[in-house]
């Protein structure tokens, strides 16, 4: 980083010359030598802008992002929404996969009852599937995405004139998974109807890129893991018998680290590392309180969590070193490539905020991109670049650190 030194005033003849101390000199290179490190991850350098709206986006190990972009249309008194899906590269290039306008990911049944009677002149609409995209997540060979969408069915409003003021009625909503290629192209699911499951959540695809892991609500309001086989349809629960508050995949190595909870059971929420293949449980240790955002290093040798709203808890997971405590306001993070530092956006992931780089051994806190305000955010798998969407339109920007 250069500094451009002002120029200094010639002091006049008869004043008084100060003497630096060589103290104070070997002070001034201690805090340069302390600072330049956390500056180097600060520098960024803007590679990309994706100028739309984007609802979601996802960066994968080859650097190319998918985005969902908002797209809304008016069907006579029904607003829906579908959203479009393009893939680009962290250099700017971009091409339109999904055209929300011709797709919907939950087809109309034949018997369906229409949205709207219609009449000799005019055919009955079919119900109108609306649908938002909230994630989107990449297979580790970069060849297979998995969509989560909330979706809702909308009818013509009826009954009364008063109730008839309102837009739209909301009938089913839904939270869904959506599978498909980087290209577009839909994963069937052999014996479904539809590339789709149900009331699936957190999903990602093992290394195989051929099985995909998800969770799903237990009636205890914890989580199970499931997997999938789309090529031949079977479905079954992986660790059957646990409940899980907590899962960070990391499907390259075919791994999960949990925070395992059993509602029959009393004692501390305990860690695990979850083999996905072999289904083989391994004890970390337990946690004596858990407050969200279980978050894994891209090497897998660290762990780190929010034991509660001000203090973020590190691990690792080989050794019994004991856990490294930073205290820092509570908020979805992710690691750098050096595991030395996080990015953290503090508050609710829905809302904007600002970016700030936190040294985890160091404890020294540095803002990304001077200060300013995003909605969302992602480190690339390489560590190379980071995405963010801005507050309002949500443009996605794409910068390279230097």
């Given at each position: 980083m250069r500094v451009k030194a002002s120029p200094l005033r010639r002091a006049?003849?008869?004043?008084?010359?100060?003497?630096?101390?060589?103290?104070?000199?070997?002070?001034?290179?201690v805090v340069i030598v302390l600072v330049l490190p956390v500056l180097g991850i600060a520098e960024v350098k803007q590679a990309a802008v994706f100028d739309q709206d984007v609802q979601a986006f996802a960066i994968s190990q080859d650097n190319h992002v998918v985005y969902a972009v908002e797209r809304m249309k008016r069907i006579k008194k029904l607003?829906?929404?579908?959203?479009?899906?393009?893939?680009g590269d962290v250099d700017g290039k971009k091409r339109k996969i999904i055209d929300g306008d011709k797709f919907t990911p939950v087809p109309?049944?034949?018997?369906?009852?229409?949205?709207?009677?219609?009449?000799s002149k005019h055919p009955p609409l079919p119900h109108q599937?609306?649908?938002?995209v909230d994630?989107?997540?990449w297979s580790p060979d970069s060849k297979r995405i998995v969509v989560k969408m909330d979706t809702s069915e909308l009818a013509q409003p009826r009954g009364s004139i008063v109730q008839q003021l309102d837009e739209q009625q909301t009938v089913r909503p839904n939270t869904i998974l959506y599978l498909m290629d980087s290209e577009g192209r839909e994963i069937s699911i052999s014996g479904s109807k539809t590339a789709t499951l149900s009331?699936?959540?957190?999903?990602?695809?093992?290394?195989?890129?051929?099985t995909l892991v998800y969770l799903s609500k237990t009636t205890g309001g914890l989580s199970q893991i499931n997997a999938l086989r789309p090529a031949d349809g079977k479905k079954r629960v992986l660790f059957d018998g646990f409940t899980f508050a907590a899962v960070a995949w990391d499907t390259k190595r075919n791994q999960a680290f949990a925070i395992e909870e059993n509602t029959r059971l009393v004692g501390a929420p305990k860690i695990m590392q979850l083999d996905l293949v072999a289904e083989r449980v391994t004890?970390?240790?337990?946690?004596?309180?858990?407050?969200?955002?279980?978050?894994?290093?891209?090497?897998?040798?660290?762990?780190?969590y929010f034991k509660d709203g001000d203090t973020l808890e590190v691990r690792d997971?080989?050794?019994?070193?004991?856990p490294v405590v930073v205290r820092v306001a509570i908020g979805e993070f992710q690691w750098a490539k050096d595991e030395q530092h996080i990015l953290l956006k503090r508050g609710q992931p829905q809302q904007s905020n600002n970016l700030v780089w936190v040294g985890v051994y160091n404890g020294v806190f540095e803002p990304f991109f001077h200060g300013l305000e995003f909605h969302s955010f992602a480190i690339a798998p390489d560590g190379e670049t980071v995405g963010v969407t801005e507050p309002g339109k949500r443009a996605l920007v794409m910068y390279r650190l230097q």
């Open positions: 006049p003849a008869d004043a008084t010359r100060d003497k630096v101390p060589f103290s104070a000199l070997l002070w001034f290179s607003i829906v929404e579908h959203d479009d899906f393009w893939v109309s049944s034949p018997d369906e009852e229409p949205s709207d009677p219609g009449d599937h609306s649908y938002q994630t989107l997540t009331d699936a959540f957190n999903a990602a695809w093992l290394a195989d890129g051929q004890e970390l240790g337990s946690v004596e309180e858990y407050a969200g955002f279980l978050t894994v290093t891209p090497s897998a040798k660290k762990i780190a997971v080989v050794g019994k070193s004991k």
